[in-house]
Every structure is written in C-alpha cells, then in structure tokens.
C-alpha cells in the first residue's frame, strides 16, 4: 500500500495550500467557516488558519462583498483564495464577478491584473436538495476574461491550485463535492485501472482515456469534474458488456475553452457526447457541441449528443435526485445511441 | 454480539478510509482495544473495540467504507461466532481491494469459456477483449502446428492446408536466367506460340512442365522457378508473372484471362478458377506477396484477389464470382489520421465466400464459415459460422449435424432425383422391383443405391453409397458419396451421376471436372 | 496647509472640464454619456488633497471624472477617454466611467466599488504601506446591501477604509426622501465606524473635516464615514433632470466656487480662471487632434 493510493482529494488540495502558504507570502485564503479546529465544510484548509493566522481569515456571511474584497486585494498585487462555501453561492458575487473581477484588465487598458482564485465545491448527490447540490459553473462560461477550471479526481489536484494561483488571471476552481472524500487517482504508468491516459496542455492539462491504447475508439466522451468517475463506469461497461470502445476527454479547463484535445479525439473517433453534472439548456456540452460542428464537422459521422441533469431543480430525496442528475446508464444509451456504433 | 460502526459526524463526509486493521481477523480483543485506524477527511482515528471478543472483520484495509456501516463483529461467545461463521457476511463476501474490477470483457469470457481457455493466460495491460482471446487461441494452434512457414511472416496456417508443393526452399523448375530475361523482354513472341511450342521452350530452359499442360493462346508464364504438373490448363490470354516462383497442381485449371502476379504462387491440385481471374494488383512485388490456392479450391470469373500480404486460401475453398479479397487499403496520408493497413488474408480450409463478397484486410474466415453474397467482412468469422451484411456479421451457423438416417434419406433422394431428370429428358428410365439396393435402369446401365457397397452387383452398373467397402467387379462404378471417391469406371450414366452430385455440393477427386455429357 | 487658491484653481478646473464636456457632448464629440461632477467640486478637492498618490488608493464611481482630476491632475488622458480616443487613461476602452491611472480606478456599478475598496484597504495593510483607501459613494449607493457589508468587514477586520458619501440628493432623478430611510451617519455608527456629517459647500471646511478623517484613519488603522451634504447642478447624466429649477437657483446661490471665489482677490481669481481655461483649450485641441481608438488587428 503505497502513500500515494490512498491520498484523498481533499488531503492533496489542503497539502497544495500548505506549500503554497509556505512557499509565498503573498497568498491569503478568505473564506466562511474555515480557521481551525473546524478548517472549513469540506475540511480543504484544516490545519492552515493554526500554521497561518495572519493570512487566513473567516469572514461574514457575505459573498457578495467577499467577492469584491479578493478583487480588491488581487488588484494590489496580493494573491487572495476565496473559498466559497458551496458553489450555489455564486450567485450572490456575480455583481462582482461580472462587472469586477473579469472587467478591470481589460477596460483598464491592461494597467492591471486581478489575480484571484475562488474555490468552491459544486455538484449533488448528497441529497442536499435545490440550493446546494448545483453545478453553476456553466453560469461563468458566459463571462469572458475568467478562467474555469473544474479538475477530476484524477488530475494532479496540487499542480492545479498552484497553477491557478499563479495565474494572473481570475480563476474560479471547481471542486466537486463527492471529490473530495475519493482517492486523487493519478495515472500510474501511464494507466488509470486498464485505461492508458495521455496528458494535453501545460497549466491546466486535459486527460485523455483509452481502451485501447489509442488505437481505435467508437466515440469520444468530452466530460470534467465529478462527472469522470461517472462517464469512467459507463465506458467500463460498454466495454465489458459491449465491446464498444470510447475514449474520455475530461477537461481541467472549460474556459477559456479547450477543444484540441477534443478535437484530436475525435479525430479518431468521428463521434462526440458530451456529460455534465449541470442542466442541459444553455450548458457546457452546447457550446462544446456548437464549436466541435464548426471546427470539425468533416470528422463526425453523428451528430453530438449531449448528456446533462434535466432543466429542473436538483430535489432532496435520493431516488428523487438520482432522476434528476445524469447517470452512467444516460452515457451509455447517448453512446448506443450514436450511429455507428458496433455492439 | 457487538458492532463495530464507522459512525457519521459530519454532514459533509460521507467515506472513510479504512487504513489498518490493528488487529488480526478472528483474534480475540479487549474492550477498549484500538482495533483499526480510519481516516476520514476531517481525521485519522484509531477506533476501540466496544467490548470483549471475537473480531470478525467484514472488510480489507485500505478500502473505502461509507460511514454508517458495521466494519466488524464482535462475537461475545461460541454460539455468536457460529452464527457469524455460518451468515451471509462470511469472510469469503468480504469486500477485498480490487475486487470487482473485472477487466474482461464478457465477450472474452464467453469466448475463453468455448474454448476451455484460461483467461489468466492473457498477461496484458489494459482491458481483455474477444480479440485477445482469439489471438490467443490461435497462438496456441500455431505453438501446436508442426512446422513454421518463414515466408509467412507469422501468419498462422492453422485450418489451412497448404497446396502440396508449398514449400519456401524447392529447387525445381528453376529456368535458365537468360531465358527469363527473354520472356521478360519480348513476352510477345512467346505469346505468339503455340501450347506445344511454348511447353517446349520452357522445359529446356528449366522449368518442370508436366504432361498434357496447356497453355491457350496468348498466354505467357514468367517467373525464376516455374511448375506446371501435369494436365494443367490455362485459358487464352493468361499471364503468370511471379518474381520468385510459381507452382501449380495438376489438373489444375483456369479460363481465359488469368492475371497471376505476385512473390511466390503456389496453386494446389484440381483447383477450378473461372474467367477473367486476377491474382495481384496493388503491392504484387512486395516480399510478403505470397499466394496459396489450396487443392480442389474453386475460384469464380472475375474473382481478384489482392496480393501485397500473405493470402492463404485452404483447400476446398469457394470463392464465388466477383468475390473481392484485398490485403491492404489506399487513401490518404497516416498522418492525417486515415487509415493505412497492410494485413494478410486468410480462408480457412472450406471457407465459401458468397458473390460479389469483399474481405477487407486483416480478415481470417474460419474453416466451413459462409461469407454470404454481397457481404463486407472487416473482422474475422469463426469457423462454421454464417456471416451476412455489411458489415459482415455472424447471424447463425454454415451447416448442421445430420443424423444417419437423414443422411441416407438425402444420398436416396439423389438416386430419385436422377431418375426424374433422366425421365424429363426423355431418356426412358425405368424402374427396377423393389429391392436392396434399390434403382432404375436407363441406356441398359442399372443405376442403383445402397447405404454400404458390400458385395458385387451385375455389370454394368453405377451404384451410389454412402460408404464403398467392397472393389466393384468390371464395367461396374461406385461413387463413394462420403469420401468422394470414384471406383471403377463407366461412361455416360457415370457421367451424369456425377454430375448430379456436383449440383448437390458433392465433388470428387482428383478434379476439376467438366459435365460434357448427352444424358443432362 | 494647502492655500485656498490651489484649492480654488482645482475647483474651477474640474467645473471648467465638466462643463467643456457637456458643450462637447451637445456637439456629438463625446462617446456614451457622462455624468457631471458639478456642483460637488469642493468635495473631491477637499478630501483628495490629504491623500497620496503614490501610496493612497481612490476608488471611485460613475461621477468620476472630480475625482479623477484631483488625485491625478490627467485631463488629457480623461478627455481623450471620454471623446473614444487611442490616448485615453484606457485606451478608449473604459469611457467616463471605467478609469484607471495609478492608485486611481473606477467603476460604474453603484456600491461595486465598496468591497473592492475594502478589499484593496485589507491588502494594503497585509503589505504595510500605510495607505488609506478611499471610496465615493453617493445617498444612491446607501441602497446596496454590499455597502453595509462592506462596513461590516471594514470595521471587523479594522481597515484603513475612508468612506466618503457625496449626498447630492438625487438617485438619478429620485429625491432621497424616497429612496432612504433613516439616518446617514448612524448606519455607520452601528457597524462601529467612526462617522462625520457635514452640511457645507465650503471647500476649507470640507479640506478641514476630510483631514481629521484621514488623519484618524492613518493614527488607528480603522475605517472612517464621512458624510458631505451637497448638490449637483447639472442633470444625472443627459437629460433627465426634472427637478424644480427654483431649488437648482437657491443651490446655486451656494456654488461652491463663489462661496471660495468670494474669498480671493478678484485679480488672483481671475488669473487662475485665464491660467485653467488656457490649459483646458490645450487640452480640447489636443484631445481633438488625437487618433481614435481602434481594435487591434487580429
């Protein structure tokens, strides 16, 4: 049993912020709820108000401004993490977010930088019902200038915080709920369990899964987050039941939009699903599956389908929830139900 | 009876991580003994024993456990631990690390189960699929074939009997260089020639020409090595030209129009090719352009077969008119990710390809399997199996098992059906009493059939069966139904008994035969 | 202390700007609208006087254009901003109400600006520059739930926050009897910040009040509420003024500019005056004469 098997999400990400806290003087962290001993909802920064007094505050109940005072203080050179309960709460800093944080570089001439990171969990499951259990990050995809980065379990977790806090650039870092308590499972050998995985991009890398090592494939499966793990047993039984060979891009970052590892899948693939956590109307897949037809409409023998949570509220009760939010048996019917897939 | 639960304190955690059983299953432990280490992500907690006893464990360290779950027992005395020993959570459902992570795919696992394979055998990263299973199985043929065939480049030859001469190191038939420079030069005037002149010529400068081969006219065969046994026949307009060698069985013929080009041919015995025939096309000169008809195999007018890689057709096998085998494909750049495939073909022994039918590259059709007309096969069929549609898929079996008695009622309905064809044609058939073995007679010949040829029958006469045990007498014949054998001989009522059986499927050696017969 | 003639020069400069802008708008020169700072001149000059521009933040808001010339004296880059010109503070690219120059920014989302004030406050006092961050808000803003927020953070985490309320009365066209109810310095008060309100229109009582707060803020480190009682003569923006012209007259009888110009000798008035529409006339000619701005080429 190695160290490395058995390090959870939440323990990568509260290791990367020790090492950033340590390593820069310049980061703070603001955030509801999150000194020591209770170090926040999902435990993220235990351990750092006790090593950092000083740059780690808990603050009010109020996001809207809070949203404001970490744009203030990245436009004077610091690097604040604002660390946002639940990410349903969004909706209340979007002033800020808008009209503030992705606005000053730009309508000030380049004059300044706001680097900012907001971390927040997104996503349900838990039976946490209408108000936080969300998936709101598609609400950011339509404000230009920011950077949205939504990593999966098995990304290099600490990599991307650091990254994202070295970005001078506004970075809203997506966790996913149920995330946090899984095994951050980073590719071993080029493997994650029997899929080969190959890496895109520098700073906020996409992951691309295989069956068969590359070689063939009969669609590709664009997801992030905590949608992987989901998409990762769909593809497991189209295989094992099937032999239907897909392979998975999960993205780290959704925007500015990242399609060349889409489109290199795709590429062999000639077939694209889309799976997202949030609703269908007006989502992530959309835009991937608008840009994909432009770009690549030579290479698809299908047209794009799209996996998503019902355009509805996410209700409490389990049996209720699990009808509202996408499943693996949705991945597999949307890939069965492509044209040209042999079974 | 005590439990031990990983208790839920927070409404954000949900799994735990058992860390380390600090005890061993079944040991006995204290009350307030730490008995495992579990992490959550608030915590690593060391969990106490709630009392003394027996630990049954219910899960392996280094698993995630939701919290709320019991993880272990403790069995207070005798009577608990048999009732844990003896209940549904028994150490053998234990949940263990990497339990369920089947990594075959239930393809692989019915096709390992068929044939008796043991999946543990497949030492590969990544997920086992029907593929490898296959693979595996005809690596074991192969370990299991006599000898390897170098110039085959590790194309299995399992189910494929190879034509007779098949053979990477013969030595005859080797011609005089310069008069392959000849033929190479001026193949015109050789085509001028005649069958008898050509024969000649050939033989002189080396090659093996058999009797009564023949070349029709215009025809032209160049290659280092040349065989022809005898009674070879080729069409008008025939060119055979083969880099290394070309060798060709007896009796072997084909119409007019045969293109023959590639490495090495080697063309069984008794093969029948059609009209306008054509072996080679694109890559031909390639070092792996390696062709073998196996005997008595059928290859239909304007059948072609690409060959740039191996191309093993076994013995028997039917390639239907216009059927299509291709070794490789053509298009655009591999760089721009188009497909660009080189891969042998193989036709197992009896393998029947239907009409028009294509076998892309890399495809191996399984002995006795039926590709059927018009059909695109781009993966392997099994053997025995009936493949249908583009792309070819398995809908069924090629053939199924006869009883005894069904297998006598068809060989009897033969007898029938002569007689009934001989009658139409107004050839005055006439029934014999009722008797074993049973018949008619026609043209003063008593056409008979019996289920086992034992004992003489008056001559002349042509006696069908399913098994000749006996020599005929003179100016008797017997066709052998299930050997395909011929004994004896006779005149045109044989002919025409064996013509009938031709139209059943039922050939006999040594062919090919043509039906030139009055009495059909 | 700062004599009353530079304080006057600045006065009538920003009035001589703004109201050279609304001659340039009815001309079609300018981009968008704007919105004067008319009338309110005595404010901005007399709280920005106590600030440093190499260490003190402003962040100001939609009526900025005061506040921009006091704290960086650009007119060049703020006319050449507001007429869509390449030399403007932004390139064009922010208009009258998106400027930044410096420790200079702001931004036209009323009470936007409050918590990023607040924000800039808590970094600069990670960084230890002693700087105070001042934010304009006006009676409008008072109706934005971020603002009390932001007082609430402000006097939690003891910010170098100076929070200066222009009330001119009007919420656009609203009077602020319909807007806001109670009183304007208590809302501070019960945050425990520090408040001051003041009903003048006299740029040394205002210079006086705005440098005990500043002063304050510097010796303890916390936030101040100033609350300066004003008015502005011209409309919101463009055109939408509906207010009865009796009570603009009995303002204007309180013109900041007279009740200081009264105060100075009318030929070292009037050489200032010559001196600011001098400078202005260079100003408009060069802000003319400059290229507009245009998209860069992909």
Same mark, same amino acid.
């Given at each position: 049993?190695?160290?490395?098997?058995?390090?959870?999400?939440?323990?990568?990400?509260?290791?990367?912020?020790?090492?950033?806290?340590?390593?820069?003087?310049?980061?703070?962290?603001?955030?509801?709820?999150?000194?020591?001993?209770?170090?926040?909802?999902?435990?993220?920064?235990?351990?750092?108000?006790?090593?950092?007094?000083?740059?780690?505050?808990?603050?009010?109940?109020?996001?809207?401004?809070?949203? /404001?005072?970490? @744009?203030?203080?990245?436009?004077?050179? &610091?690097? *604040?993490? $604002?660390?946002?309960?639940?990410? +349903? !709460?969004?909706?209340?800093?979007?002033?800020?977010?808008?009209?503030?944080?992705?606005?000053?570089?730009?309508?000030?001439?380049?004059?300044?930088?706001?680097?900012?990171?907001?971390?927040?969990?997104?996503?349900?499951?838990?039976?946490?019902?209408?108000?936080?259990?969300?998936?709101?990050?598609?609400?950011?995809?339509?404000?230009?200038?920011?950077?949205?980065?939504?990593?999966?379990?098995?990304?290099?977790?600490?990599?991307?915080?650091?990254?994202?806090?070295?970005?001078?650039?506004?970075?809203?870092?997506?966790?996913?709920?149920?995330?946090?308590?899984?095994?951050?499972?980073?590719?071993?050998?080029?493997?994650? /369990?029997?899929? @080969?995985?190959?890496?895109?991009?520098? &700073?906020? *890398?996409? $992951?691309?899964?295989?069956?068969? +090592? !590359?070689?063939?494939?009969?669609?590709?499966?664009?997801?992030?987050?905590?949608?992987?793990?989901?998409?990762?047993?769909?593809?497991?039984?189209?295989?094992?039941?099937?032999?239907?060979?897909?392979?998975?891009?999960?993205?780290?970052?959704?925007?500015?939009?990242?399609?060349?590892?889409?489109?290199?899948?795709?590429?062999?693939?000639?077939?694209?699903?889309?799976?997202?956590?949030?609703?269908?109307?007006?989502?992530?897949?959309?835009?991937?599956?608008?840009?994909?037809?432009?770009?690549?409409?030579?290479?698809?023998?299908?047209?794009?389908?799209?996996?998503?949570?019902?355009?509805?509220?996410?209700?409490?009760?389990?049996?209720?929830?699990?009808?509202?939010?996408?499943?693996?048996?949705?991945?597999?019917?949307?890939?069965?139900?492509?044209?040209?897939?042999?079974? | 009876?005590?439990?031990?639960?990983?208790?839920?304190?927070?409404?954000?955690?949900?799994?735990?991580?058992?860390?380390?059983?600090?005890?061993?299953?079944?040991?006995?432990?204290?009350?307030?003994?730490?008995?495992?280490?579990?992490?959550?992500?608030?915590?690593?907690?060391?969990?106490?024993?709630?009392?003394?006893?027996?630990?049954?464990?219910?899960?392996?360290?280094?698993?995630?456990?939701?919290?709320?779950?019991?993880?272990?027992?403790?069995?207070?005395?005798?009577?608990?631990?048999?009732?844990?020993?003896?209940?549904?959570?028994?150490?053998?459902?234990?949940?263990?690390?990497?339990?369920?992570?089947?990594?075959?795919?239930?393809?692989?696992?019915?096709?390992?189960?068929?044939?008796?394979?043991?999946?543990?055998?497949?030492?590969?990263?990544?997920?086992?699929?029907?593929?490898?299973?296959?693979?595996?199985?005809?690596?074991?043929?192969?370990?299991?074939?006599?000898?390897?065939?170098?110039?085959?480049?590790?194309?299995?030859?399992?189910?494929?009997?190879?034509?007779?001469?098949?053979?990477?190191?013969?030595?005859?038939?080797?011609?005089?260089?310069?008069?392959?420079?000849?033929?190479?030069?001026?193949?015109?005037?050789?085509?001028?020639?005649?069958?008898?002149?050509?024969?000649?010529?050939?033989?002189?400068?080396?090659?093996?020409?058999?009797?009564?081969?023949?070349?029709?006219?215009?025809?032209?065969?160049?290659?280092?090595?040349?065989?022809?046994?005898?009674?070879?026949?080729?069409?008008?307009?025939?060119?055979?030209?083969?880099?290394?060698?070309?060798?060709?069985?007896?009796?072997?013929?084909?119409?007019?129009?045969?293109?023959?080009?590639?490495?090495?041919?080697?063309?069984?015995?008794?093969?029948?090719?059609?009209?306008?025939?054509?072996?080679?096309?694109?890559?031909?000169?390639?070092?792996?352009?390696?062709?073998?008809?196996?005997?008595?195999?059928?290859?239909?007018?304007?059948?072609?077969?690409?060959?740039?890689?191996?191309?093993?057709?076994?013995?028997?096998?039917?390639?239907?008119?216009?059927?299509?085998?291709?070794?490789?494909?053509?298009?655009?750049?591999?760089?721009?990710?188009?497909?660009?495939?080189?891969?042998?073909?193989?036709?197992?022994?009896?393998?029947?390809?239907?009409?028009?039918?294509?076998?892309?590259?890399?495809?191996?059709?399984?002995?006795?399997?039926?590709?059927?007309?018009?059909?695109?096969?781009?993966?392997?069929?099994?053997?025995?199996?009936?493949?249908?549609?583009?792309?070819?898929?398995?809908?069924?079996?090629?053939?199924?098992?006869?009883?005894?008695?069904?297998?006598?009622?068809?060989?009897?309905?033969?007898?029938?059906?002569?007689?009934?064809?001989?009658?139409?044609?107004?050839?005055?058939?006439?029934?014999?009493?009722?008797?074993?073995?049973?018949?008619?007679?026609?043209?003063?010949?008593?056409?008979?059939?019996?289920?086992?040829?034992?004992?003489?029958?008056?001559?002349?006469?042509?006696?069908?069966?399913?098994?000749?045990?006996?020599?005929?007498?003179?100016?008797?014949?017997?066709?052998?139904?299930?050997?395909?054998?011929?004994?004896?001989?006779?005149?045109?009522?044989?002919?025409?008994?064996?013509?009938?059986?031709?139209?059943?499927?039922?050939?006999?050696?040594?062919?090919?035969?043509?039906?030139?017969?009055?009495?059909? | 202390?700062?004599?009353?003639?530079?304080?006057?020069?600045?006065?009538?400069?920003?009035?001589?700007?703004?109201?050279?802008?609304?001659?340039?708008?009815?001309?079609?020169?300018?981009?968008?609208?704007?919105?004067?700072?008319?009338?309110?001149?005595?404010?901005?000059?007399?709280?920005?006087?106590?600030?440093?521009?190499?260490?003190?933040?402003?962040?100001?808001?939609?009526?900025?254009?005061?506040?921009?010339?006091?704290?960086?004296?650009?007119?060049?880059?703020?006319?050449?901003?507001?007429?869509?010109?390449?030399?403007?503070?932004?390139?064009?690219?922010?208009?009258?109400?998106?400027?930044?120059?410096?420790?200079?920014?702001?931004?036209?989302?009323?009470?936007?600006?409050?918590?990023?004030?607040?924000?800039?406050?808590?970094?600069?006092?990670?960084?230890?520059?002693?700087?105070?961050?001042?934010?304009?808000?006006?009676?409008?803003?008072?109706?934005?739930?971020?603002?009390?927020?932001?007082?609430?953070?402000?006097?939690?985490?003891?910010?170098?926050?100076?929070?200066?309320?222009?009330?001119?009365?009007?919420?656009?066209?609203?009077?602020?009897?319909?807007?806001?109810?109670?009183?304007?310095?208590?809302?501070?008060?019960?945050?425990?910040?520090?408040?001051?309100?003041?009903?003048?229109?006299?740029?040394?009582?205002?210079?006086?009040?705005?440098?005990?707060?500043?002063?304050?803020?510097?010796?303890?480190?916390?936030?101040?509420?100033?609350?300066?009682?004003?008015?502005?003569?011209?409309?919101?923006?463009?055109?939408?003024?509906?207010?009865?012209?009796?009570?603009?007259?009995?303002?204007?009888?309180?013109?900041?500019?007279?009740?200081?110009?009264?105060?100075?000798?009318?030929?070292?008035?009037?050489?200032?005056?010559?001196?600011?529409?001098?400078?202005?006339?260079?100003?408009?000619?060069?802000?003319?004469?400059?290229?507009?701005?245009?998209?860069?080429?992909?």
């Amino acid at each position: 049993m190695t160290p490395t098997q058995h390090r959870r999400c939440v323990q990568v990400l509260n290791e990367a912020l020790h090492e950033l806290f340590t390593a820069r003087d310049d980061v703070h962290l603001l955030g509801e709820d999150v000194l020591d001993p209770y170090g926040g909802a999902f435990k993220v920064t235990q351990g750092l108000s006790d090593a950092f007094p000083e740059r780690v505050l808990t603050t009010p109940i109020s996001e809207a401004s809070l949203f /404001g005072v970490a @744009a203030g203080m990245a436009l004077r050179g &610091r690097r *604040p993490i $604002l660390e946002i309960m639940f990410g +349903d !709460f969004i909706a209340l800093g979007f002033d800020q977010i808008v009209n503030g944080i992705a606005k000053f570089r730009e309508m000030y001439d380049d004059q300044v930088t706001v680097p900012l990171v907001v971390r927040t969990p997104m996503g349900g499951r838990r039976g946490y019902g209408p108000t936080h259990s969300q998936s709101l990050e598609k609400l950011l995809l339509g404000v230009p200038n920011v950077v949205i980065v939504a990593p999966s379990e098995c990304h290099d977790l600490g990599a991307l915080l650091v990254a994202a806090v070295e970005d001078d650039r506004p970075v809203f870092l997506i966790e996913n709920k149920l995330m946090y308590g899984r095994p951050n499972r980073r590719p071993e050998d080029g493997h994650v /369990g029997e899929l @080969a995985v190959r890496e895109m991009g520098d &700073r906020y *890398p996409a $992951l691309t899964f295989s069956g068969t +090592d !590359f070689t063939e494939g009969s669609a590709t499966i664009v997801t992030y987050g905590g949608m992987l793990p989901i998409v990762l047993d769909a593809v497991t039984e189209l295989i094992l039941e099937h032999e239907v060979f897909c392979e998975v891009v999960a993205l780290s970052q959704l925007l500015p939009l990242e399609l060349d590892p889409v489109l290199e899948s795709v590429a062999r693939t000639g077939a694209l699903v889309t799976a997202e956590e949030g609703t269908l109307i007006g989502g992530f897949g959309a835009e991937i599956a608008a840009r994909v037809q432009e770009l690549a409409w030579g290479e698809l023998r299908a047209p794009v389908r799209r996996v998503a949570a019902r355009d509805g509220i996410i209700p409490s009760a389990r049996p209720l929830e699990d009808a509202m939010l996408p499943s693996a048996q949705d991945v597999v019917e949307a890939v069965a139900a492509l044209e040209g897939v042999r079974s | 009876m005590l439990e031990i639960v990983l208790t839920r304190e927070d409404a954000n955690t949900e799994f735990a991580l058992l860390a380390e059983w600090l005890v061993a299953d079944r040991a006995e432990v204290e009350q307030g003994q730490p008995v495992c280490v579990v992490e959550t992500t608030k915590a690593t907690v060391e969990v106490e024993a709630p009392g003394a006893g027996t630990i049954v464990q219910l899960y392996e360290d280094g698993v995630e456990v939701e919290l709320g779950k019991v993880v272990a027992r403790i069995a207070e005395s005798a009577e608990d631990l048999a009732s844990l020993e003896s209940g549904a959570e028994a150490a053998s459902t234990k949940p263990k690390r990497g339990d369920g992570e089947r990594k075959a795919t239930r393809k692989a696992v019915e096709l390992a189960e068929r044939h008796g394979v043991d999946l543990s055998e497949i030492d590969k990263r990544g997920f086992v699929t029907e593929k490898d299973v296959e693979a595996l199985i005809a690596r074991r043929a192969a370990d299991a074939a006599p000898s390897e065939r170098p110039l085959l480049a590790g194309v299995s030859t399992q189910g494929v009997t190879l034509p007779a001469r098949f053979d990477a190191d013969g030595d005859d038939g080797l011609l005089e260089p310069s008069f392959l420079e000849y033929l190479r030069t001026d193949p015109a005037s050789f085509r001028a020639l005649g069958s008898e002149e050509k024969c000649r010529l050939l033989r002189e400068n080396g090659a093996s020409i058999g009797d009564g081969v023949l070349l029709g006219d215009g025809s032209l065969v160049a290659a280092p090595r040349i065989v022809l046994e005898d009674g070879v026949e080729l069409g008008a307009n025939a060119t055979i030209l083969c880099e290394e060698v070309v060798a060709i069985g007896s009796l072997t013929r084909f119409g007019p129009g045969l293109e023959l080009l590639c490495r090495r041919a080697f063309v069984g015995a008794g093969v029948w090719g059609g009209r306008s025939v054509r072996f080679g096309g694109g890559g031909h000169r390639d070092p792996w352009a390696v062709l073998a008809v196996g005997d008595l195999a059928f290859v239909g007018d304007e059948t072609f077969v690409n060959v740039c890689r191996p191309v093993l057709i076994g013995r028997e096998v039917f390639l239907t008119m216009r059927s299509l085998i291709v070794t490789h494909n053509i298009g655009h750049s591999v760089l721009e990710g188009f497909e660009n495939r080189f891969a042998p073909v193989v036709l197992e022994d009896r393998a029947q390809v239907g009409l028009g039918a294509v076998i892309y590259a890399g495809c191996r059709i399984g002995a006795e399997a039926i590709v059927a007309s018009g059909s695109y096969v781009t993966a392997d069929i099994a053997p025995g199996a009936f493949a249908i549609g583009v792309p070819a898929k398995v809908t069924g079996s090629s053939s199924h098992a006869l009883s005894p008695a069904r297998r006598v009622e068809l060989a009897s309905r033969i007898l029938d059906d002569l007689h009934e064809l001989l009658a139409l044609g107004g050839h005055e058939p006439t029934a014999l009493e009722e008797g074993d073995p049973r018949g008619f007679e026609v043209e003063g010949v008593r056409v008979l059939f019996t289920p086992s040829f034992r004992e003489a029958v008056p001559s002349p006469a042509v006696v069908l069966t399913l098994a000749a045990l006996a020599e005929p007498s003179e100016g008797v014949a017997v066709l052998d139904l299930v050997a395909r054998r011929v004994l004896g001989s006779g005149g045109e009522v044989l002919e025409a008994a064996r013509e009938l059986c031709r139209k059943r499927g039922i050939r006999f050696e040594p062919g090919p035969w043509r039906y030139r017969g009055r009495l059909l | 202390m700062t004599p009353l003639t530079t304080l006057y020069e600045r006065m009538y400069f920003i009035r001589r700007f703004e109201e050279t802008l609304l001659d340039l708008f009815s001309q079609g020169k300018l981009v968008g609208t704007t919105h004067t700072y008319i009338g309110q001149e005595a404010n901005g000059v007399g709280v920005i006087d106590h600030l440093d521009p190499e260490r003190d933040v402003v962040f100001s808001n939609h009526r900025c254009h005061g506040h921009y010339l006091a704290f960086t004296d650009d007119a060049f880059g703020l006319l050449s901003e507001v007429m869509g010109r390449a030399t403007g503070v932004c390139g064009g690219k922010g208009g009258s109400q998106h400027l930044c120059r410096g420790n200079f920014y702001s931004n036209g989302v009323l009470g936007s600006i409050v918590p990023v004030a607040t924000g800039i406050a808590l970094a600069e006092k990670a960084k230890g520059t002693g700087a105070v961050s001042t934010v304009f808000l006006g009676d409008g803003t008072l109706g934005e739930g971020v603002t009390y927020e932001s007082l609430n953070i402000a006097s939690l985490w003891t910010l170098p926050v100076l929070f200066v309320v222009e009330n001119n009365h009007y919420a656009q066209s609203t009077p602020v009897e319909l807007e806001l109810a109670g009183s304007i310095p208590a809302r501070a008060e019960a945050f425990g910040v520090e408040a001051k309100a003041l009903d003048t229109t006299d740029v040394t009582e205002v210079h006086e009040a705005a440098g005990r707060a500043v002063a304050r803020i510097r010796e303890t480190g916390a936030p101040f509420f100033l609350v300066l009682d004003t008015y502005r003569f011209s409309p919101h923006s463009k055109g939408d003024d509906n207010r009865d012209p009796a009570e603009i007259e009995e303002r204007r009888q309180r013109d900041p500019l007279l009740v200081a110009g009264a105060r100075l000798e009318d030929d070292e008035r009037r050489a200032l005056e010559d001196a600011c529409e001098r400078r202005l006339a260079e100003v408009v000619e060069a802000a003319e004469a400059a290229p507009l701005a245009a998209p860069e080429a992909a």
